[in-house]
Protein backbone atom coordinates (compact mmCIF):
# COMPACT_ATOMS: atom_id res chain seq x y z
CA UNK A 1 0.00 0.00 0.00
CA UNK A 2 1.21 3.53 -0.84
CA UNK A 3 0.22 6.79 1.01
CA UNK A 4 0.23 10.19 -0.21
CA UNK A 5 -0.08 13.34 2.40
CA UNK A 6 -1.77 16.54 0.50
CA UNK A 7 -0.92 18.55 4.17
CA UNK A 8 -3.02 19.01 7.08
CA UNK A 9 -4.92 15.73 7.79
CA UNK A 10 -5.36 14.93 3.87
CA UNK A 11 -4.28 11.52 2.66
CA UNK A 12 -4.97 9.17 -0.23
CA UNK A 13 -3.94 5.20 0.71
CA UNK A 14 -3.75 3.23 -2.68
CA UNK A 15 -3.89 -0.23 -3.42
CA UNK A 16 -4.18 -1.60 -6.88
CA UNK A 17 -7.38 0.05 -8.29
CA UNK A 18 -8.41 1.05 -4.72
CA UNK A 19 -7.37 5.01 -4.78
CA UNK A 20 -9.03 6.47 -1.05
CA UNK A 21 -8.80 9.71 0.08
CA UNK A 22 -9.36 10.94 3.86
CA UNK A 23 -10.71 14.51 4.69
CA UNK A 24 -10.32 16.64 1.65
CA UNK A 25 -9.07 19.92 2.48
CA UNK A 26 -6.84 20.73 -0.49
CA UNK A 27 -5.57 23.74 -2.83
CA UNK A 28 -6.14 26.75 -2.35
CA UNK A 29 -8.54 26.51 0.90
CA UNK A 30 -5.83 24.62 2.79
CA UNK A 31 -2.63 26.67 2.03
CA UNK A 32 -0.20 23.68 2.40
CA UNK A 33 -1.29 21.47 -0.32
CA UNK A 34 0.14 20.43 -2.80
CA UNK A 35 -3.16 19.58 -5.30
CA UNK A 36 -6.29 21.40 -5.88
CA UNK A 37 -9.61 18.94 -6.14
CA UNK A 38 -9.87 18.74 -9.60
CA UNK A 39 -6.56 16.86 -9.64
CA UNK A 40 -7.66 14.29 -7.71
CA UNK A 41 -8.76 10.66 -8.71
CA UNK A 42 -10.23 8.73 -6.42
CA UNK A 43 -12.37 5.64 -5.73
CA UNK A 44 -13.29 6.52 -2.27
CA UNK A 45 -13.62 8.99 0.09
CA UNK A 46 -13.88 9.35 4.32
CA UNK A 47 -14.50 11.78 6.68
CA UNK A 48 -13.74 11.98 10.21
CA UNK A 49 -15.57 15.27 11.12
CA UNK A 50 -17.49 17.88 9.45
CA UNK A 51 -15.38 21.01 10.39
CA UNK A 52 -14.00 22.77 7.44
CA UNK A 53 -10.45 21.87 7.02
CA UNK A 54 -11.49 18.13 6.56
CA UNK A 55 -14.29 18.46 4.24
CA UNK A 56 -13.97 22.07 2.37
CA UNK A 57 -12.97 19.87 -0.98
CA UNK A 58 -14.88 16.70 -0.14
CA UNK A 59 -18.46 17.19 -2.30
CA UNK A 60 -16.33 18.30 -5.27
CA UNK A 61 -13.89 15.32 -4.75
CA UNK A 62 -17.02 13.00 -4.65
CA UNK A 63 -18.72 13.91 -7.09
CA UNK A 64 -16.64 14.78 -9.52
CA UNK A 65 -15.21 11.28 -9.58
CA UNK A 66 -18.03 9.26 -8.06
CA UNK A 67 -16.44 8.18 -5.42
CA UNK A 68 -17.87 5.49 -2.75
CA UNK A 69 -17.93 7.68 0.47
CA UNK A 70 -18.41 6.97 4.12
CA UNK A 71 -18.67 9.37 6.83
CA UNK A 72 -20.98 9.22 10.17
CA UNK A 73 -24.12 9.33 9.39
CA UNK A 74 -24.90 12.97 10.19
CA UNK A 75 -22.16 13.83 8.06
CA UNK A 76 -22.87 11.63 5.15
CA UNK A 77 -26.96 12.61 5.13
CA UNK A 78 -25.25 16.59 4.56
CA UNK A 79 -23.11 14.96 1.85
CA UNK A 80 -26.29 13.62 0.21
CA UNK A 81 -28.46 17.15 0.25
CA UNK A 82 -24.77 18.35 -1.38
CA UNK A 83 -25.94 15.79 -4.17
CA UNK A 84 -23.40 13.27 -3.30
CA UNK A 85 -23.78 10.00 -4.39
CA UNK A 86 -22.95 6.11 -3.14
CA UNK A 87 -22.76 7.40 0.24
CA UNK A 88 -22.45 4.78 3.06
CA UNK A 89 -23.27 6.06 6.91
CA UNK A 90 -22.34 4.00 9.62
CA UNK A 91 -21.91 4.97 13.29
CA UNK A 92 -19.44 4.36 15.79
CA UNK A 93 -18.66 0.73 16.15
CA UNK A 94 -19.98 0.38 12.27
CA UNK A 95 -18.01 -1.10 9.22
CA UNK A 96 -18.76 -0.95 5.94
CA UNK A 97 -16.91 -3.58 3.55
CA UNK A 98 -15.89 -3.10 -0.05
CA UNK A 99 -13.81 -5.36 -2.23
CA UNK A 100 -10.14 -4.75 -0.90
CA UNK A 101 -11.27 -2.44 1.74
CA UNK A 102 -12.51 -2.12 4.92
CA UNK A 103 -13.10 0.96 7.10
CA UNK A 104 -14.50 1.06 10.56
CA UNK A 105 -15.68 4.46 12.90
CA UNK A 106 -14.28 4.74 16.15
CA UNK A 107 -14.59 7.27 18.83
CA UNK A 108 -12.64 10.40 18.79
CA UNK A 109 -12.72 13.29 21.51
CA UNK A 110 -13.33 16.62 19.57
CA UNK A 111 -16.74 18.62 18.11
CA UNK A 112 -17.79 18.07 14.78
CA UNK A 113 -19.18 21.37 12.90
CA UNK A 114 -20.65 21.49 9.44
CA UNK A 115 -19.01 23.93 7.24
CA UNK A 116 -20.03 27.84 7.56
CA UNK A 117 -21.65 30.21 5.10
CA UNK A 118 -19.90 30.38 1.38
CA UNK A 119 -18.79 33.53 2.66
CA UNK A 120 -17.42 32.74 6.18
CA UNK A 121 -17.00 28.53 5.41
CA UNK A 122 -14.91 28.01 8.46
CA UNK A 123 -16.70 30.21 11.14
CA UNK A 124 -17.98 27.92 13.84
CA UNK A 125 -20.55 30.48 15.16
CA UNK A 126 -22.14 29.92 11.45
CA UNK A 127 -21.70 26.57 11.22
CA UNK A 128 -24.11 23.94 12.27
CA UNK A 129 -23.18 21.80 15.08
CA UNK A 130 -23.93 18.06 14.12
CA UNK A 131 -23.34 14.64 16.23
CA UNK A 132 -20.26 13.51 17.07
CA UNK A 133 -16.59 13.10 15.16
CA UNK A 134 -14.82 9.66 14.72
CA UNK A 135 -11.28 8.05 14.24
CA UNK A 136 -11.26 5.27 11.21
CA UNK A 137 -9.64 1.49 11.35
CA UNK A 138 -9.22 1.28 7.69
CA UNK A 139 -7.89 -2.53 6.18
CA UNK A 140 -6.50 -2.16 3.15
CA UNK A 141 -3.74 -3.69 1.69
CA UNK A 142 -2.89 -6.12 4.42
CA UNK A 143 -2.71 -3.49 6.81
CA UNK A 144 -4.24 -1.49 8.98
CA UNK A 145 -4.24 2.34 9.09
CA UNK A 146 -5.63 4.10 12.31
CA UNK A 147 -6.15 7.53 11.07
CA UNK A 148 -7.55 9.12 15.23
CA UNK A 149 -8.63 12.23 13.52
CA UNK A 150 -9.08 15.19 15.66
CA UNK A 151 -9.02 14.69 18.74
CA UNK A 152 -7.43 14.90 22.36
CA UNK A 153 -5.50 11.64 24.10
CA UNK A 154 -7.78 9.22 25.65
CA UNK A 155 -7.50 5.97 27.28
CA UNK A 156 -9.20 3.84 25.12
CA UNK A 157 -6.80 4.55 22.15
CA UNK A 158 -5.28 1.41 24.39
CA UNK A 159 -8.29 -0.66 23.57
CA UNK A 160 -8.61 0.30 20.09
CA UNK A 161 -4.70 -0.82 19.75
CA UNK A 162 -5.50 -4.31 20.90
CA UNK A 163 -8.71 -4.71 19.16
CA UNK A 164 -7.06 -3.88 15.67
CA UNK A 165 -3.56 -4.61 15.68
CA UNK A 166 -2.81 -1.10 14.10
CA UNK A 167 0.41 -1.01 11.31
CA UNK A 168 0.30 2.28 11.18
CA UNK A 169 -0.94 5.35 13.46
CA UNK A 170 -1.78 9.04 11.76
CA UNK A 171 -2.07 11.08 14.96
CA UNK A 172 -2.57 14.64 15.25
CA UNK A 173 0.67 16.39 17.06
CA UNK A 174 -0.36 20.19 16.65
CA UNK A 175 -2.16 20.92 19.97
CA UNK A 176 -4.77 23.95 20.44
CA UNK A 177 -7.64 22.03 18.51
CA UNK A 178 -6.36 18.70 19.15
CA UNK A 179 -4.02 16.87 21.61
CA UNK A 180 -0.09 18.17 21.00
CA UNK A 181 3.40 16.08 20.23
CA UNK A 182 3.52 14.96 23.84
CA UNK A 183 -0.05 13.74 24.18
CA UNK A 184 0.22 12.05 20.76
CA UNK A 185 3.69 10.30 21.56
CA UNK A 186 1.91 9.15 24.92
CA UNK A 187 -1.09 7.41 22.54
CA UNK A 188 1.28 5.97 20.30
CA UNK A 189 2.46 3.91 23.09
CA UNK A 190 -1.39 3.07 24.38
CA UNK A 191 -2.11 2.47 20.73
CA UNK A 192 1.14 0.06 20.27
CA UNK A 193 1.47 1.06 16.16
CA UNK A 194 4.52 -0.07 14.73
CA UNK A 195 4.75 3.51 12.32
CA UNK A 196 3.24 6.72 13.52
CA UNK A 197 2.69 9.82 10.87
CA UNK A 198 2.12 13.33 12.46
CA UNK A 199 -0.76 14.83 10.92
CA UNK A 200 -3.24 18.04 11.47
CA UNK A 201 0.25 20.41 12.58
CA UNK A 202 2.00 23.61 10.68
CA UNK A 203 -1.14 24.48 8.81
CA UNK A 204 -2.10 27.24 10.63
CA UNK A 205 -0.31 29.44 13.61
CA UNK A 206 -2.05 28.17 16.55
CA UNK A 207 -0.90 24.27 15.36
CA UNK A 208 2.50 25.06 14.98
CA UNK A 209 5.05 22.24 16.59
CA UNK A 210 8.29 20.45 15.98
CA UNK A 211 7.30 17.49 14.06
CA UNK A 212 10.92 16.31 14.68
CA UNK A 213 11.07 16.57 17.95
CA UNK A 214 7.78 14.55 17.94
CA UNK A 215 9.47 11.66 15.85
CA UNK A 216 12.87 11.78 18.34
CA UNK A 217 10.41 11.20 21.25
CA UNK A 218 8.80 8.47 19.32
CA UNK A 219 12.08 6.98 18.38
CA UNK A 220 12.95 6.36 22.39
CA UNK A 221 9.85 4.26 22.74
CA UNK A 222 10.82 2.34 20.31
CA UNK A 223 8.20 3.72 17.69
CA UNK A 224 9.13 4.92 14.20
CA UNK A 225 8.04 8.33 13.09
CA UNK A 226 7.25 9.11 9.42
CA UNK A 227 7.47 12.96 8.98
CA UNK A 228 6.07 13.59 5.20
CA UNK A 229 5.70 16.22 3.43
CA UNK A 230 3.03 17.64 1.36
CA UNK A 231 3.17 15.54 -1.64
CA UNK A 232 5.54 13.16 -0.89
CA UNK A 233 4.04 9.12 -1.28
CA UNK A 234 5.83 6.25 -0.29
CA UNK A 235 5.21 2.84 0.52
CA UNK A 236 4.65 1.39 3.70
Not at 43 to 59: C, E, I, N
Not at 189 to 216: C, M, N, S, W
Request: net charge negative; glycine share 10%; aromatic share 6%.
Amino acid sequence: MDIRYHGHSCFELFDGDISLIIDPFLAPNNPLADASADEIKATHMALTHGHADHVADAVEVATTNSAQCVAMVEVANWLEMQGVENVSDPNLGGTVRFDGLSIKLVQAWHTNTLPGSDERPFSAELGTPIGTPAGLIIEMGGLTVYDAGDTCLFGDMELIGKRHGVDVALLPIGGHYTMDREDAAYAAELIGAKRVIPIHYDTFPPIKTDAQAFVDDLATRGIEGIILKPGQRITL
